[in-house]
């Protein structure tokens, strides 16, 4: 495999990805690209000609497990070409090229690109890089796949404009950039042809849509709502001040737009958000949940929080579980903050002890646990439309309603990637599901 005439015929590629939906997203597109070239998804047990690894750095333990990640598949894969890429091979490509089994470490402008830098290739004893200055990323990697689950991923956006103190994500990815609606639409019309029926917009900052194609988000749903082969759209995360009234409003009466919303709050006290350099109060995402409520009442409400940021003190802290305690959400996803090299968050005094981070993502996952059970057992004896997803080996036929109520069947005949009507019953034994029987 190393005399420099490597093609892609019939070789066979692994994937593993790291990280956000957006990641997995893109590593579908790159396995589509790769089996369109001529080559083959590695089988169970098969050891691998290609192994592609798309990486997270999100926090210092993404990059711990971005470089456990790729020693052990260079361990499992000896004689395989190794790409390493994603926001950890962007931000330090040198580092992952220097470790051994590492062929090519291609940077965030390169995703869209791994056929092309992998025909020739040849084995080397060290690594290649080839990375763009984070300033320097402007093109749009597209990508809409559906991978190993029912649903699809349409990315929409990519790179971030805001610089949060607490963020290296627009170090790795870029300044804020997008595809055009006509595009995005016809990636959801050709998912649609390919019996997709669920999508999920995805993308780092997706209410910022449009700053390349003069634009606006609500122009991209309402165009995308069209697609009538596409029967359910979900909204992946959206920022609190870009998640307008309009927004809200239309995803209330839409044909496809689902009643689901994930908002980063990142934290419920105002003098942490001002630490972090968030672009709203929290008076403002209170009254964003208030409007969700009241035009769509059982819509499911999720939110991201930061626990243990710097300048978080325990009073802070106090405030800000107070503040979440009071807000009509269903779940919240909480984060321990991590250094990342370079953020401006470092220059902030009071660094919270690990201790003290691992107490309080203890006692808001127990909240989130109170919100989505009662949210739940609320919706015990209701009608609801489920998509029946593909269930892992052994394990019930589950799917989840339009408002993402988790759900397990009380039916082997539910065919996979079909909508049914069903009847909710209670909380299952692990409480992470309702029961439900098909009407």
Do not use: W
Not at 55 to 70: H, L
Request: proline share 3%.
């Amino acid at each position: 495999m190393g005399n420099g005439n490597f093609t892609l015929e019939g070789k066979s590629a692994s994937f593993y990805t790291l990280g956000c939906k957006l990641n997995f997203s893109e590593t579908s597109t790159i396995m589509r690209q790769l089996i369109e070239a001529g080559a083959h998804k590695a089988q169970r047990g098969e050891k691998a000609d290609i192994c592609v690894i798309n990486t997270c750095s999100v926090t210092e333990t993404a990059d711990k497990k971005s470089r456990q990640a790729i020693h052990r598949i260079v361990r499992e894969n000896p004689h395989a070409y190794v790409i390493v890429t994603g926001c950890y091979g962007q931000l330090q490509p040198d580092t992952v090229a220097d470790i051994p089994g590492v062929d090519i470490v291609l940077g965030q402008d390169l995703k869209g690109s791994v056929p092309e830098n992998l025909n020739g290739l040849v084995k080397r004893d060290h690594g290649i890089y080839k990375t763009t200055g984070t300033n320097q990323i402007k093109n749009f990697v597209p990508s809409c796949s559906r991978g190993d689950r029912t649903r699809y991923f349409l990315k929409v956006q990519d790179g971030c404009d805001y610089y949060c103190t607490y963020c290296i994500v627009p170090f790795a990815r870029g300044h804020s950039r997008n595809a055009t609606i006509g595009s995005l639409v016809d990636q959801a019309r050709q998912a649609g042809s390919e019996g997709g029926r669920e999508i999920v917009i995805t993308g780092v900052n997706i209410g910022d849509f449009g700053k390349s194609t003069n634009e606006t988000f609500l122009d991209l749903i309402k165009e995308l709502d069209k697609v009538e082969s596409i029967a359910r759209y979900r909204i992946s995360s959206i920022e609190p001040n870009l998640l307008t009234d309009d927004i809200i409003d239309f995803v209330a009466g839409s044909r496809a737009f689902m009643p689901h919303f994930h908002i980063p709050l990142q934290s419920g006290s105002n003098e942490v958000l001002k630490l972090m350099r968030r672009r709203y109060a929290r008076e403002l995402f209170a009254d964003k949940v208030r409007r969700i409520k009241s035009v769509i009442p059982q819509a499911f409400i999720g939110v991201d929080v930061i626990v243990g940021m710097r300048g978080e003190t325990d009073e802070l802290f106090r405030d800000s579980y107070d503040f979440l305690n009071g807000l009509d959400v269903t779940q919240l996803h909480v984060f321990s903050y991590s250094e990342r090299p370079g953020t401006a968050a470092l220059k902030i005094p009071h660094k919270v002890s690990p201790q003290k981070k691992r107490e309080r993502s203890r006692l808001l996952m127990e909240l989130s646990d109170s919100k989505t059970r009662r949210f739940y057992t609320d919706h015990t004896g209701r009608e609801a439309l489920v998509l029946a997803e593909r269930p892992q080996h052994g394990a019930a036929v589950h799917g989840f309603t339009e408002n993402y109520i988790r759900v397990e069947f009380d039916s082997s005949k539910v065919q996979e990637n079909s909508i049914v009507k069903v009847r909710l019953g209670g909380l299952n034994q692990a409480a992470d599901a309702l029961t439900a029987s098909i009407i």
